[in-house]
């Protein structure tokens, strides 16, 4: 399914995402049923069939039962779970996480692992070789290497990329005489040696927030904010259908926004962020500096259950800073879906109830009752399920995303 770049390759690459999805959809089809269904003239289906079934996309399933008399049975189409597969992994600050679905979607298997927070690039590597490894074998529903089209992988922090500056991603001269080419993040030259296939990056909560968009607490959601409160705080935005992320891959460091001016120095460089008032580092130092116990989260919520008024009063506050920050990104970009995610999230209602009192106090009333808080579902696989989204381009989420300095289209489709 090779074709040449151009605006008649995306028509057909999104001819060939249709007929693919309502396969994914409905299961098996006719081409009768494809086409009541699909919208496309007879002549286009067919094509685009016949490609679809000489790249190994698309299989003859078992014949339908017509009625006797009619002729031979119609003959179906189904997805070939075997033409390909597709692995995400999250490079999170203290974990890996791994992710591995087939051509139809179905997850064939997932796996984390901690590990301490300055492992080198070429350990983390490994470590996800063996993650993915865990994940082979010979049964039906194994991950097979050899079917493998791509990785999608999420890493801390700004990722830079051709989205940031098309100068940099032709590698041109932009009028200063400063030549400048985007260059691959050290884990995307790792894996591609390791497996031989294109990766694709971005930020790893920003895939979180299209995980959640996609497949967990927004599904279908066309604009949504997504909040992580974790060892950082960050978080994604779908604006108009697309994943966001911005001039210089900056897009959702909502942890760097000022919610007290006369605050604590952030790592950043500012003062008073919102990172310095709700992380887990800030709040469990708070909490101890007001005479509570805590080592982690966990203990947090324990704390919490137990009906701790030191704790209970200092979620309150800075649930109430979050809700005021979200309530001025929601006058700005009009969110219909606020997702909060992260460890931080399990302390339930003695933050999620501030957040929600402040974001109605101080978004516009028009929007008052017109944007929905929700906690986050898919947990700690939600960066390699983005990952994962962003090899496969099934959702019109991703219509208009960037493919990053590693990846054409036409790579995923042939690696």
């Known amino acids: 399914m090779s074709h040449p770049r151009g605006p008649l390759s995306q028509l057909r690459r999104g001819h060939e995402e249709l007929v693919l999805g309502l396969l994914r959809k409905h299961g098996p089809l006719s081409r009768g049923e494809l086409g009541k269904h699909c919208g496309l003239s007879r002549t286009t289906l067919y094509d685009i069939l016949a490609d679809l079934v000489s790249s190994g996309a698309v299989v003859t399933a078992t014949a339908q039962e017509a009625p006797r008399g009619r002729g031979r049975p119609a003959e179906t189409l189904t997805l070939n779970p075997d033409a390909g597969q597709a692995i995400g992994i999250d490079f999170a600050r203290r974990g890996l996480h ?6 139809a979607h179905e997850i064939v298997g997932s796996a984390s692992e901690p590990h301490a927070a300055d492992l080198p690039w070429e350990q983390r590597v490994a470590l996800a070789e063996r993650l993915v490894g865990s994940l082979t074998g010979t049964g039906s529903g194994a991950l097979r290497l050899g079917a493998l089209s791509a990785i999608g992988v999420g890493v801390v922090g700004p990722v830079n990329g051709p989205a940031g500056d098309p100068a940099e991603e032709a590698g041109v001269d932009r009028g200063d005489g400063d030549v400048r080419e985007a260059v691959p993040h050290p884990v995307q ?18 895939l979180a927030a299209l995980g959640e968009a996609i497949w967990g607490a927004a599904a279908g959601g066309r604009d949504v904010l997504y909040l992580r409160l974790s060892h950082g705080v960050g978080g994604g935005l779908v604006v108009g259908g697309s994943l966001h992320r911005g001039a210089y891959g900056l897009s959702g460091e909502f942890g760097h926004i000022t919610v007290e001016p006369d605050g604590a120095r952030c790592d950043c460089g500012g003062t008073g962020c919102l990172e310095t008032v709700a992380s887990i580092r800030a709040v469990l ?3 101890r500096a007001a005479g509570g116990r805590a080592g982690d989260v966990r203990e947090l919520v324990k704390a919490v259950e137990a009906g701790d008024a030191s704790a209970l009063t200092l979620l309150d506050g800075v649930g109430t800073r979050i809700g005021e920050m979200l309530a001025a990104l929601c006058n700005a970009i009009g969110p219909s879906v606020i997702v909060i995610g992260g460890e931080l999230a399990e302390t339930g209602d003695a933050l999620a109830e501030p957040i929600e009192r402040a974001l109605r106090d101080h978004v516009m009333p028009v929007s008052r009752h017109r944007v929905s808080l929700r906690r986050a579902t898919l947990g700690e696989v ?34």
Do not use: C, K
């Not at 791994?98 to 051509?103: G, I, K, M, Q």
């Not at 990952?387 to 219509?399: K, W």
């Open 98 to 103: 791994v992710a591995a679905v087939n051509l």
């Open 189 to 206: 030259t790792l894996l591609r040696e390791r497996f031989g296939v294109p990766v694709l990056i971005d930020n790893n909560t920003r």
């Open 285 to 287: 130092d708070a909490y």
């Open 382 to 415: 939600a960066g390699a399920l983005g990952g994962i989204a962003l090899v496969l381009h099934e959702s019109p989420l991703l219509s208009r995303y960037p493919a990053g300095p590693d990846l054409a289209i036409e790579d995923l489709m042939n690696p």
